[in-house]
């Protein structure tokens, strides 16, 4: 039986989304396990797991003739070792090494007429780790029980990856032709609206207008950026770069004690630090009064009894602000001061993006946040921020990949359309661990906003003192 997609999942894919690095998000998880893994038998175990997430087998379908929002279908062709590939590093394999070749597989654009992700098993990392790089496309995070796929792979208990007998899965057959124009057909009878919606230019027109509206509804009016906001803005996409950091937990907690504020607050400070030595370093001028409207959709969570934000998820919501980034601010705890006030001050406009089935999940979760939260800033008006900044909470304990264990775990963000930079964080088991994504002509040296993040906590730390 087919399932038509919602509204705003069908706007997802106008245009040639399925081939845009702006929609989709990306996962890298590092693991440690004692052997090699065979590519045949980490396919059974991703086959096994895919029994408890049926879209990840689905594509989707048109519906002939244009008259109503595509469908989604079991592909009958379904074939597991075209998503799940096999790939290495050169030497010597180091973290520079395997940021570029995740950057050129976020480029790489997925098939539409086949389901809309992708798994790469990445060797060649020093003392015989394995990167798993996962891709999902935000369609598939559609409906209040959707997760990411690099969730529905993560385990809280080790599992092992020699999988005896693999449940065989039969495809339902999907409708033909004629059943679907005759669906639509009715859809149209009961909702007249339906053929205005899939009319791409005018459901274009109208959801920038919505948009605009909702965002000088509900998100704080900042001045206009000028020259600075055009480092972060980008006409023409030129290919993507990667950039990888991390930094310790407790260093962020000792700071939030010391300021009286969130670990949240810290850990934006932390990044405006970065990338204010890193625009000084590009030539650019800053005044006292100069700032980056960031867009920061963040998870807003009910955490476990005695958790320490940020922990275990039990609930979560997305949440949107619009936060004033004081790059131009020279003391650190000004800088701290000022996104801790504003971040205390927003109300934090919900967005719809059926984020509280997350209360019902276990594993990784951030990497289901960050999808969500990509969702929720392709809503909002890109005239209205600079860039966009995902955090998501993440579990303090160990996680599991197969029998592997999770040693290391990056979000890698969805670069949205115009945007030159985006910034996802992630914090796992007592560190914080940073990913940016950068349009290669507009910010070529995505690296080392990620080196300037230790001397910019460094700096924090020293004003605690």
């Known amino acids: 039986m087919a399932t038509r997609l919602a509204t705003a999942d069908a706007d997802l894919l106008l245009g040639d989304a399925a081939r845009s690095r702006s929609r989709h998000s990306c996962s890298l998880a590092l693991v440690a396990r004692d052997e090699p893994w065979d590519i ?41 070792s075209f998503h799940v590939r096999r790939s290495a590093l050169p030497a010597p394999g180091g973290t520079r090494q395997l940021a570029d070749l995740v950057a050129r597989l976020v480029d790489r654009p997925l098939e539409a007429d086949r389901p809309l992700w992708e798994l790469y098993l990445i060797e060649g990392l020093p003392d015989g780790r394995l990167a798993i790089l996962t891709k999902t496309h935000h369609v598939l995070l559609g409906g209040p ?13 080790r599992v092992s990856a020699d999988v005896d007998e693999v449940a065989t899965w039969t495809p339902v057959p999907s409708p033909g032709d004629g ?4 669906d639509a057909l009715m859809t ?12 791409g230019r005018l459901a274009n027109a109208l ?37 990888l950091a991390s930094f310790p937990l407790s260093e962020a907690r000792d700071i939030a004690r010391a300021h009286s504020c969130k670990v949240n607050d810290v850990v934006l400070a932390v990044l405006c630090g970065a990338l204010r030595s890193w625009i000084l370093s590009c030539g650019h001028p800053l005044a006292t009064s100069d700032s980056l409207r960031a867009i920061v959709p963040m998870a807003v969570t009910a955490e476990a009894d005695g958790a320490e934000a940020p922990g275990d998820v039990t609930s979560a919501e997305i949440a949107s602000a619009l936060i004033g980034m004081p790059v131009g601010e020279p003391n650190p705890r000004m800088r701290l001061a000022q996104i801790a006030r504003e971040a205390a001050t927003q109300r934090y406009p919900r967005e719809a993006v059926g984020a509280k089935s997350l209360a019902r999940l276990s594993g ?40 592997g264990e999770l040693v290391e775990v990056y979000p890698v963000p969805a670069l949205l359309e115009g945007q030159a930079l985006a910034v996802s964080m992630s914090s796992y088991s007592g560190t914080v661990y940073c990913g940016f994504t950068s349009d290669r002509q507009a910010v070529p040296d995505v690296e080392e906003i990620g080196e300037l993040i230790a001397s910019a906590l460094d700096e924090l730390a020293g004003s605690a003192g």
């Open 40 to 80: 045949d038998r980490v396919m059974e175990f991703v086959d096994t797991r895919l029994a408890d997430a049926p879209r990840y087998r689905q594509r989707i379908r048109q519906v002939p003739f244009g008259l109503a929002r595509a469908v989604w279908v079991d592909d009958p062709d379904f074939d597991l």
């Open 364 to 403: 990784f979760a951030p990497p289901t946040l960050h999808a969500l939260a990509s969702r929720a800033a392709i809503m909002l008006p890109s005239e209205s921020y600079d860039l966009v900044v995902t955090n998501a909470p993440g579990p303090q304990r160990k996680v599991f990949w197969g029998d």
């Open 207 to 243: 959801e920038r207008a919505t948009r605009g509206l909702v965002g000088a509804a509900t998100l704080s009016v900042l001045r206009p950026g000028g020259g600075l906001s055009e480092m972060f803005r980008t006409e023409r996409p030129r290919g993507s770069r990667v950039g």
């Open 179 to 182: 059943v679907l124009v005759l």
């Open 188 to 199: 149209i009878a009961t909702d007249p609206l339906e053929l205005v919606r899939r009319s």
């Open 145 to 157: 029980n959707a997760v990411d796929l690099a969730q529905v792979l993560m385990t809280d208990e």
